[in-house]
């Protein structure tokens, strides 16, 4: 199952004391399938996968699949730091009935091209669950390398690969080279442009929590230019820095109920001269940033 349209990496709402919020989980999926998005990344950068304990993974995962109920697919975010760590949290995704994974190479330990390799197979064979690399080197300290995926892009399995390096000459190898193997997917914000145009149709996108709407909208090549001009400073401006806690502070200025990221993150909200101007951004992309609801 190769993954199109608009992925949400929904973000953990925690409440006042620091525990998941499941109703408010469920009132953002229901919102947000209503805005045409096509599936969901569960435990992803974005929904602060790296901070949950095993036991909140698993409250996550089966929050996500029932509330869902198979109307669009769940993939679950898999990284820790040890393949060990990694096949476990694949074997749950799959026990909690996830349809996919999206698979991060392991923080830290900084494996080399062929251990990575290995890595990626001894995950993906533990479960036999289609698979999207995540290359986020900036967060890892190591790419997918062409070598790396000369080794893994042959397994039916391994079905596409989420581009979050930032480095946009990756888009032309990665198609020229892995077309028929590899979906490539947009996993930078603010170059989804260049992904788009350049023929790719699936976009994983932390700020689709915030904008949804306008990121279905800019599916469509005759929307884009005009939508992209609209939110583009409210990527810019997220991207910047704190990016989770912004997108969690632009969340709730907006209505939501998604609290603050964990420790060692602070919430935006502290800044109070930040906070007033994501919420004037917001408010100048109008109908593109609507309240939830």
Same mark, same amino acid.
């Given at each position: 199952?190769?993954?199109?349209?608009?992925?949400?990496?929904?973000?953990?709402?925690?409440?006042?004391?620091?525990?998941?919020?499941?109703?408010?989980?469920?009132?953002? #999926?229901?919102?947000?399938?209503?805005?045409?998005?096509?599936?969901?990344? =569960?435990?992803? !950068?974005?929904?602060?996968?790296?901070?949950?304990?095993?036991?909140?993974?698993?409250?996550?995962?089966?929050?996500?699949?029932?509330?869902?109920?198979?109307?669009?697919?769940?993939?679950?975010?898999?990284?820790?730091?040890?393949?060990?760590?990694?096949?476990?949290?694949?074997?749950?995704?799959?026990?909690?009935?996830?349809?996919?994974?999206?698979?991060?190479?392991?923080?830290? @330990?900084?494996?080399?091209?062929?251990?990575?390799? !290995?890595?990626?197979?001894?995950?993906?064979?533990?479960?036999?669950?289609?698979?999207? #690399?995540?290359?986020?080197?900036?967060?890892?300290?190591?790419?997918?390398?062409?070598?790396? #995926?000369?080794?893994? $892009?042959?397994?039916?399995?391994?079905?596409?690969?989420?581009?979050?390096?930032?480095?946009?000459?990756?888009?032309?190898?990665?198609?020229?080279?892995?077309?028929?193997?590899?979906?490539?997917? @947009?996993? !930078?914000?603010?170059?989804?442009?260049?992904?788009?145009?350049?023929?790719?149709? @699936?976009?994983?996108?932390?700020?689709?929590? #915030?904008?949804?709407?306008?990121?279905? $909208?800019?599916?469509?090549?005759?929307?884009?230019?005009?939508?992209?001009? !609209?939110?583009?400073?409210?990527?810019?401006?997220?991207?910047?820095?704190?990016?989770?806690?912004?997108?969690?502070?632009?969340?709730?200025?907006?209505? =939501?109920?998604?609290?603050?990221?964990?420790?060692?993150?602070?919430?935006?909200?502290?800044?109070?001269?930040?906070? $007033?101007?994501?919420?004037?951004?917001?408010?100048? $992309?109008?109908?593109?940033?609507?309240?939830?609801?």
């Amino acid at each position: 199952m190769t993954p199109t349209g608009i992925y949400v990496p929904i973000v953990t709402p925690f409440d006042g004391q620091g525990q998941i919020n499941v109703e408010e989980l469920r009132s953002l #999926l229901t919102s947000m399938i209503e805005s045409g998005v096509s599936g969901f990344v =569960a435990a992803g !950068t974005t929904g602060e996968g790296y901070a949950l304990s095993f036991d909140e993974r698993r409250l996550i995962l089966t929050t996500i699949v029932d509330c869902v109920d198979g109307v669009v697919p769940v993939f679950c975010g898999v990284g820790g730091m040890s393949t060990h760590e990694a096949v476990d949290q694949a074997l749950l995704a799959k026990r909690s009935g996830i349809t996919g994974l999206m698979l991060a190479a392991p923080a830290y @330990c900084l494996p080399t091209e062929s251990e990575l390799a !290995t890595h990626v197979t001894n995950v993906v064979n533990s479960v036999e669950l289609p698979t999207v #690399l995540y290359d986020y080197p900036d967060r890892t300290g190591v790419s997918f390398t062409r070598a790396v #995926l000369e080794k893994v $892009a042959g397994d039916e399995l391994v079905v596409g690969i989420k581009e979050a390096s930032g480095d946009l000459t990756r888009i032309a190898w990665l198609g020229e080279d892995f077309s028929d193997q590899l979906a490539i997917v @947009c996993g !930078t914000d603010l170059d989804s442009p260049a992904f788009l145009d350049a023929g790719v149709n @699936c976009w994983i996108g932390g700020m689709a929590n #915030l904008l949804p709407a306008a990121h279905v $909208a800019m599916l469509d090549a005759n929307q884009r230019e005009v939508i992209f001009a !609209t939110i583009s400073p409210i990527l810019r401006f997220i991207e910047l820095g704190d990016y989770n806690a912004k997108v969690k502070a632009g969340m709730n200025a907006l209505g =939501a109920h998604v609290g603050a990221p964990r420790a060692p993150l602070e919430s935006f909200e502290t800044n109070v001269s930040g906070l $007033a101007e994501l919420t004037l951004l917001l408010a100048d $992309a109008g109908k593109w940033a609507p309240r939830f609801t």
